[in-house]
């Protein structure tokens, strides 16, 4: 199991996340990631999306957590 974690503070909405993982990061409409209020979980085949996702944000406002 693994978990989405989105610093709201260092979220500035530039979308480069969602733009690379659109089915998995849905953004509101001011543009920016609702995961930034809360963590979420993600199924184990949706781990390298989420870095990929993660590694795309300038800000490094998202971290990817894998918990065994």
Known sequence: M???V???DRCTGH???YSVAEDL???DEEGFV???HEDFVIAADQV???QQ???ACPEGAMTIVVED
Do not use: H
């Open 34 to 36: 609702q995961a930034r």
């Open 15 to 17: 979308g480069r996340c």
């Open 25 to 27: 990061l849905p953004y």
């Open 53 to 55: 996702a993660a590694a």
């Open 48 to 50: 390298s999306l989420a």
């Open 2 to 4: 693994a978990r989405v």
């Open 6 to 8: 989105v610093d709201y």
